[in-house]
């Protein structure tokens, strides 16, 4: 069994879909790369965002309810999910992210900028930068020019009341190793060139547990190449006490599902079979997909979702004075 291979996907919830399509897809140049549904709520969206094709490491989720109330944040949640960029591209995200309205902090953090800010509904994102970021799929019709093109996620950050047991599920079952703290972060890494590697823990004793709502990212997806591996990832949890779901069929990927020690829900999802099995690169995310088994229903879920719009992408300028 190798170590886990970095992040597979996030998945949050959001309010106006059409709000959180024009936010990622539009601003931020992720992909809408699959329309389908909550498969076990076909009356709700379930939006993915990506590089060109989805590649794992890049995908984003969204459940949007349009009359959902925000969360607010506490422990044992992720609280916040960070994209990398690469390091000459710190000014143009400041400046395009200013450019359309939203508000834009940046710090240091492990002696190196990062950019924080706020989707629509709250969820807190960073940018940060690294020398060498892994491949991704650059989406040449997006709005971002190649040079400053998000790379896939950086890591997450989790806030918890008590980081150790956490820290020893990330070292002992998944191969992660403390690469470096300040202050109450700890940051855990593997040795992997792949996409989404870092995992911080931030040490909040004490603070309550949070309210579930828009903006709350409900819970992250770790990266298995293979059925075999995730069984043997299913096998191992289990010996190490973890409650662990059965095996999902997601269309696109497989799931297991537990809750980790600190209370965030953690995913380990296959590789394959991937968003191209029912969709080409070139039309992917432009209509409603439904798995086979909501396929009679689709008259009545269509009628049930709200209409997005599809607006043609604009160009950022390449660069900023
Ligand atoms: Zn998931």
Do not use: C
Not at 144 to 158: D, S, W
Not at 161 to 190: S, V
Not at 206 to 231: C, K, V
Not at 287 to 295: G, S
């Amino acid at each position: 069994m190798q170590p886990i291979q970095g992040l597979h996907h996030i998945t949050a919830v959001a309010g106006d879909p059409q709000r959180n399509v024009d936010f990622y897809h539009h601003i931020l140049g992720q992909r809408l790369i699959k329309t389908t549904v909550n498969f076990d709520d076909p009356g709700t969206y379930h939006l993915y965002y990506g590089d060109e094709i989805g590649t794992p490491g890049t995908a984003l989720t969204f459940f949007p309810w349009l009359h959902m109330r925000r969360g607010r944040l506490g422990s044992g949640e992720t609280g916040a999910m960070a994209y990398t960029i690469t390091p000459d591209s710190i000014g143009f995200w400041r400046d395009h992210l200013k450019r359309q309205g939203i508000a834009v902090e940046e710090i240091q953090r492990f002696s190196a900028p990062a950019l924080i800010f706020a989707d629509p509904d709250g969820m807190q994102l960073e940018l940060i930068p690294e020398e060498a970021p892994a491949e991704i799929r650059f989406w040449q019709d997006g709005p971002i020019p190649e040079q400053h093109a998000l790379r896939g996620f950086h890591g997450v950050t989790l806030w918890l009341n008590e980081i150790e047991p956490t820290a020893q599920l990330l070292q002992k079952q998944f191969g992660y190793r403390l690469a470096n703290q300040q202050e109450n972060r700890f940051r855990f890494q593997a040795d992997s060139q792949a996409i989404g590697m870092t995992i911080d823990l931030l040490h909040k004793p004490g603070l309550p547990r949070g309210d579930f709502g828009s903006g709350s990212i409900h819970h992250i997806a770790f990266r298995t190449q293979d059925d075999p591996e995730q069984l043997a990832y299913w096998q191992s949890l289990l010996l190490a006490g973890m409650h662990v779901t059965p095996v999902q069929d997601r269309q696109y990927f497989h799931s297991i599902y537990f809750r980790e020690p600190g209370g965030v829900l953690f995913e380990i999802a296959t590789d394959g079979p991937g968003f191209l099995i029912d969709e080409t690169v070139e039309t992917m995310g432009s209509a409603l997909r439904l798995p086979p088994w909501h396929e009679s229903r689709r008259a009545e879920i269509e009628s049930i979702l709200p209409p997005i719009e599809r607006k043609p992408v604009v160009k950022a300028e390449p660069s900023y004075a």
